[in-house]
Each structure stands twice: as structure tokens, then as C-alpha cells.
T-cell receptor
Framework: EAGVTQSPTHLIKTRGQQVTLRCSPISGHTSVYWYQQALGLGLQFLLW???????NRGNFPPRFSGRQFPNYSSELNVNALELEDSALYLCASRLGSGGFTDTQYFGPGTRLTVL | AQKVTQAQTEISVVEKEDVTLDCVYE???????LFWYKQPPSGELVFLIRRNSFDEQNEISGRYSWNFQKSTSSFNFTITASQVVDSAVYFCALSEARTGANSKLTFGKGITLSVRP
């Protein structure tokens, strides 16, 4: 069974640009999570999507947004990139939204560098 | 608010040594889950174990074992007879049950384990 996949693997952008990161969950999983792992800041929760809706977001500005498609894949969009957005962006999927008991499984991440 | 503390930042051991990675958590919830993930240099977080707040039984899986103690709010991870392949960053994480908060994992800062041959 295929795991969580993310694309692209690496990305280099300049300040002020916009970027879109993509995530495909494990087959059968309906919940998708995004986390940011920036140097020195650890792993921080960004966004949670389930059944096409944004269910929760972390303490990030509105220029971080995303969506979930009918096939449960997801995009993370970051507008007006800033240097501190340089990070590894990890996507995770979970089986269902009925409870918190399911485990989140992570993809390989997208390494974003903002110059 | 939920919080996970991994006080050790870096640990270096020689192969075949046993090593324990500490994790202390804070939560106001009575129902929660604790997790350990491994992050090798490739970057992907690999799920190792999940434990719910009502199950304090220790667990052993091969060379890995976990000690969950609610009395001290700790969920420690021991690797027995460490191997070079165990070198990675290890994260402890917490997920709470309360509505709205059950949607995310709160991670500790991670512990970088280096196992030397």
C-alpha cells in the first residue's frame, strides 16, 4: 500500500513569491494535516482538512492557506513568501475524523527554501 | 494547554549500548494519546508507537520498549542494544481528545540520537 506522497521534493523561491505544495493521503484516509518544521522551531501544526473542509488551523498568518479535493488530496498555499517560511513542510494523513484515536502517518516532506 | 518536553537534545552512544529517550507531557485532558516518531536524515516521520491515556502497560517491540507513567506524566522510550541504523531524531507527541483540539499533534523538540560503530 502506498504511503503519503508529497510534491515537489524541493523548492526554491524568492521573497514575495507564492508557492503551492501538494499531498496525496494514504488510500482510504480522509483527513490531511500540514505541519511546518523550521530550523529551531520544531514541528508546528499548520492546518487540518477533513471531508473537504478546513477543521482547524495553527497559529499561522492567513497567507498560509490550503484546500482539500474530493479525492482527499490536499494543497498548501503560501503567499507573499518570507525568509522565515524556509522549512520542511510535512503532510500527514489519518483514517477518519470520527475521533482522535487514529494515527497520523507522514509523507517525506517538501523542503522549501526562500531566498 | 498541551505541551511536550524532551529535555535531552542530543545523545551519543556506542553501538550495542542501551539508551533511553525521555518525554514529559502536560495536558488538562483525561483522555489523550501519546506517540513516538522517528525522523531519519531523509526527513520523513516514521510512526513507532501510540499509547492511550488509559493504558499504562509497558510495551516491547523487538529492541524497542516504552514506559508510560501517568503519575509522572512521562512516556519514555528505550532502545536496547542500539545500532547505527537507530541514528535519527526522535519525537514524542501528544494528541488530546477534547473537541477542536483533537485534530493536531503537539510535538516535543526532538532528540538527536547518534549511534557510533
Amino acid at each position: 500500500e502506498a504511503g503519503v506522497t508529497q510534491s515537489p521534493t524541493h523548492l526554491i523561491k524568492t521573497r514575495g513569491q507564492q508557492v503551492t505544495l501538494r499531498c496525496s493521503p494514504i488510500s482510504g484516509h480522509t483527513s490531511v494535516y500540514w505541519y511546518q518544521q523550521a530550523l529551531g522551531l520544531g514541528l508546528q501544526f499548520l492546518l487540518w482538512y477533513d471531508e473537504g473542509e478546513e477543521r482547524n488551523r495553527g497559529n499561522f498568518p492567513p497567507r498560509f492557506s490550503g484546500r482539500q479535493f474530493p479525492n482527499y488530496s490536499s494543497e498548501l498555499n503560501v503567499n507573499a513568501l518570507e525568509l522565515e517560511d524556509s522549512a520542511l513542510y510535512l503532510c500527514a494523513s489519518r483514517l477518519g475524523s470520527g475521533g482522535f484515536t487514529d494515527t497520523q502517518y507522514f509523507g517525506p516532506g517538501t523542503r522549501l527554501t526562500v531566498l | 494547554a498541551q505541551k511536550v518536553t524532551q529535555a535531552q537534545t542530543e545523545i551519543s552512544v556506542v553501538e550495542k549500548e542501551d539508551v533511553t529517550l525521555d518525554c514529559v507531557y502536560e495536558t488538562r485532558d483525561t483522555t489523550y494519546y501519546l506517540f513516538w516518531y522517528k525522523q531519519p536524515p531523509s526527513g520523513e516521520l516514521v510512526f513507532l508507537i501510540r499509547r492511550n491515556s488509559f493504558d499504562e502497560q509497558n510495551e516491547i517491540s523487538g529492541r524497542y520498549s516504552w514506559n508510560f507513567q501517568k503519575s509522572t506524566s512521562s512516556f519514555n522510550f528505550t532502545i536496547t542494544a542500539s545500532q547505527v541504523v537507530d541514528s535519527a531524531v526522535y519525537f514524542c507527541a501528544l494528541s488530546e481528545a477534547r473537541t477542536g483540539a483533537n485534530s493536531k499533534l503537539t510535538f516535543g523538540k526532538g532528540i538527536t540520537l547518534s549511534v557510533r560503530p
